[in-house]
């Protein structure tokens, strides 16, 4: 029968089984009453209940939208907006102001006219289109295609099907307060060069594409280039909690804003960087072989970057904003904690036994294994979560934090690499939750720009801020450890790594690789994730890289291989 509403709102009195307004009980009066219900009990064309104040109403749609009214939303939408009716357009979405004004903006600010707007096979609700326009500014005009996507939603109120609004749906560069705009670049463009002066192009290396986007925006004025004209999309300022990870260093404002398309190509500037052609090449080829993989190498001596790659060029760069728990490479840190705070020694007794309690969860090895009678060197070389997890108890909240941040430099969100990074975190956090991140979990997070730098820092003995434009180039300072560590903590930590690549866990990656190396596994479960995320990080002479597969499963089968790459590659 549907939803049922009263079609009149009154107050009534009894007479016999009728309700009747009080003081309408003649005949004439009570003709034209009976005429007003009839009207309602038309006009909605329900079934009157038996004191004629309430009616149905049609029913409201609800469910995925069908497949017929995916087809004809999505047209009448894609038709409205190519034929500049904004309004319509606008109307047809969930979210009328906010299309109105993106819409509008795709004519006004970028300056794209006759747009031809083709939907593809859907799937579903969502509706692939590509899209075809021309770039007009100041005489000068050039074509402009991609491809975007829809997707269509019921509202609720009424059961209306339309478009369900994302600023992707313009353009799939898009995010919220970003923008198209069409005219003279604020930032003229780069030639970025190797440290050999080869030239640097997304095409000849994808995973540097948003990395060129970001010199362009800190050092394009500065190279001495001019500006040329340009569609381009203008980054909104995001909260930090929106940059990926993004944090307070002057290069860590946001994604920088890319050129879409080039109408004036003006003149670029050369910018020197720190990285190695060849191993970018081999980061490329390396991350290009697997899915949702990302590494990083460094240089130890100095800290310069020498490559950064991403199994998907075009998408979140990972290597150097990735936010992700980094497993038991996190043991290379709390080693040297344990190590400054004498609870453990390379050679000396430490308990790894198949299950640890504290703060109320219960810890486990890899397969429950356990060392009976082991030293500490055993229990960092199989990655033994016990035997970390039995010193929680004698370390203060906030021991693992400052190690991190006072040694290692992490945490503290003041790198300058010359790119929008990431440089870790490692927060004070109390009970089971501070247990667990000495075994990389709770709310420890990193990437392989971090693991690479922590390889770093154990290879040299110093902390050395990762860059990749030289300081001296704009006279940015770069972060520093507030302190040192020790010597023999440093020999100690080296000592580990390598008994770990030529007898441990890291093994199979560290084959055939000399004596001067030293390496760390690691896996992180998440949750939702069948597999863990795979981690790797090691040294070998004066070159550091780490590594992350996501849902790789064990480190030293997913990423150790892409870190044995590089380590060889640069060798």
Not at 49 to 59: I, N
Not at 259 to 269: E, I, N
Not at 477 to 492: D, H, P, V
Request: glycine residues 12%.
């Amino acid at each position: 029968m549907g939803k049922r509403r009263r079609a009149v709102e009154r107050k009534s009195v009894g007479v016999g089984n009728r309700k009747v307004h009080p003081g309408v009980l003649g005949g004439a009066a009570a003709v034209v009453v009976c005429g007003v219900g009839a009207a309602a009990f038309a006009l909605s064309g329900g079934q009157g209940s038996e004191d004629g104040a309430s009616v149905d109403e049609k029913p409201v749609a609800s469910g995925p939208p069908k497949p017929a009214e995916v087809r004809s939303t999505a047209r009448a939408f894609l038709d409205a907006w190519a034929g500049g009716d904004t309004a319509r357009a606008a109307a047809l979405t969930d979210d009328p102001a906010a299309a109105k004004k993106a819409l509008t903006s795709y004519r006004k600010d970028a300056h794209l006219t006759k747009p031809r707007l083709t939907p593809g096979k859907r799937a579903g609700a969502d509706v692939p289109f590509k899209a075809a326009a021309t770039v007009s500014y100041e005489g000068k005009s050039k074509a402009l295609s991609y491809e975007s996507e829809l997707t269509v939603v019921r509202r609720k109120s009424d059961g209306k099907t339309l478009v369900g609004w994302e600023p992707s749906v313009v353009h799939p560069e898009l995010k919220d307060g970003d923008r198209l705009v069409t005219g003279e670049a604020g930032d003229p463009p780069i030639k970025a060069v190797d440290r050999d002066g080869a030239e640097l192009t997304a095409a000849k290396y994808p995973s540097l594409g948003t990395v060129l986007d970001g010199l362009r925006e800190k050092y394009g004025k500065k190279a001495g280039g001019k500006a040329g004209v340009e569609l381009r999309v203008i980054r909104a300022e995001r909260p930090e909690t929106e940059k990926g990870g993004a944090g307070k260093g002057d290069d860590a404002k946001s994604t920088p804003d890319k050129t879409l398309l080039t109408l004036s190509p003006g003149t670029p500037g050369t910018l020197k960087t720190t990285f190695s052609g060849s191993l970018q090449s081999a980061a490329e080829r390396e991350t290009s072989k697997r899915k949702r993989a990302a590494v990083v190498v460094v240089k130890p001596s100095t800290g310069e970057i020498l490559a950064a790659a991403n199994s998907e060029p075009a998408g979140f760069n990972t290597a150097l904003q990735g936010s992700i728990a980094p497993g038991s490479t996190m043991k290379v840190i709390s080693s040297s904690l344990l190590l400054e705070k004498k609870l453990a020694g390379v050679d000396k007794k430490h308990p790894c036994p198949k299950y640890e309690t504290y703060g109320g969860w219960k810890f486990q090895n890899d397969d429950k294994f356990q060392i009976k009678g082991g030293t500490f060197r055993a229990s960092f070389a199989r990655s033994c979560n016990t035997a970390f997890i039995s010193q929680a108890k004698k370390l203060e909240n906030d021991s693992l934090t400052r190690q991190a941040q006072e040694v290692f430099g992490l945490g503290r969100d003041n790198w300058s690499i010359g790119v929008p990074s990431f440089d870790g975190a490692v927060p004070v956090q109390s009970d089971a939750q501070m247990a667990a991140s000495l075994i990389g979990q709770g709310g420890v997070r990193m990437n392989p720009l971090n693991m690479a730098s922590v390889s770093a820092t154990v290879k040299s003995g110093t902390f050395r801020q990762p860059y990749l434009v030289s300081p001296d180039i704009d006279d940015r300072e770069l972060a520093t450890a507030t302190r040192k560590m020790s010597g023999s903590t440093a020999a100690a930590l080296r000592d580990l790594m390598h008994y770990t690549a030529v007898a441990g866990t890291a093994v199979k990656p560290m084959s055939g690789l000399g004596s001067d190396t030293g390496a760390k596994t690691g896996s992180a479960e998440v949750d939702g994730q069948k597999k863990p995320n795979g981690w790797f990080t090691a040294y070998r002479g004066d070159l550091a890289s780490a590594a992350v597969v996501q849902e790789g499963g064990h480190g030293g089968d997913s990423a150790g291989p892409v870190v044995r790459a590089m380590l060889q590659a640069g060798g």
